[in-house]
């Protein structure tokens, strides 16, 4: 009971756990500014719940039989293992797009974060955070003038009869707009008199398909065009 109540007024330890509430949500609410589905209140409760079960396997570690092995460490392991099904749910895929991957490496960060905040080594933890931040950040000018290629797909239903014609035609217009075609899938139906073409193409990021479609969807025989 003396130890509980020690550790109970012990302000290290509330200062670690402030600490971890600060700088998780610091990286939460960039998070939370950007409409992503972890946000604010879910970095704070990953890094706030990694650090005070580090801080309570410290408590243990040190108060315990000096006989019993514990090892601290372990589980450190346990919450950087066990905090990747959390990031997974914050991963979505959206046709050829997949979101979330940064939002999933930051809940991976602040369970990190919260580990180095309950072990107490406070400058790493506030240069961790101030790196990530620059980053998430700053960073996203940076990528905006990358050359970053993107990928997309094309659906185009078209006569039988006119299909040499039309897709000659179409390569020449994907061309001619910037795109490269990567693949080419193919299905025809000739109950309907149609074929069904099926592209994937690469462009480069900030080009839009829509001057494209409309060019495609102008040519006689072209029945559906979409992207």
């Known amino acids: 009971m003396d130890f509980e109540f020690i ?10 756990l402030v600490l971890a509430v600060l700088l998780g949500g ?36 040190n108060h315990m039989n000096p ?12 919450i950087i293992t066990g905090i990747g099904f959390l990031g997974a749910g914050a991963i979505m895929r959206e046709e050829n797009m997949v979101r ?13 974060l919260g580990i180095v905040i309950g072990k107490g080594l406070f400058p790493l933890a506030l240069w961790g955070t101030l790196l990530v931040l620059i980053m ?20 185009i239903r078209m006569n039988l009869d006119s299909y040499d014609s039309i897709k000659n035609q179409c390569a020449e217009i994907i061309r001619d707009n910037g795109f490269l075609v990567q ?4 299905r025809v139906d000739r109950t309907q008199n149609e074929v069904r073409l099926e592209y994937v193409l690469t462009y480069s ?11 495609i969807s102008r040519l006689e025989g072209i029945r559906e065009v979409s992207g």
């Open 7 to 16: 550790w109970l007024i012990d302000t290290s330890i509330l200062f670690r």
């Open 26 to 61: 610091a990286v939460g609410m960039e998070r939370e500014m950007h409409g992503r589905p972890a946000g604010f209140r879910t970095h704070i409760v990953v890094c706030l719940g990694a650090a005070m079960m580090i801080v309570g396997s410290e408590f243990y570690q």
């Open 67 to 78: 006989e019993t092995v514990f090892d601290p460490n372990r589980m450190a392991a346990g």
């Open 100 to 112: 979330g991957l940064t939002t999933a490496g930051c809940i991976w960060f602040v369970a990190g």
């Open 136 to 155: 998430l950040i700053f960073f996203r000018y940076v990528e905006s003038w990358m050359s970053v290629e993107n990928y997309g797909e094309m659906f």
């Open 183 to 186: 693949e080419t899938r193919y």
């Open 205 to 215: 990021k900030g080009k839009s398909q829509e001057e494209l479609l409309m060019a």
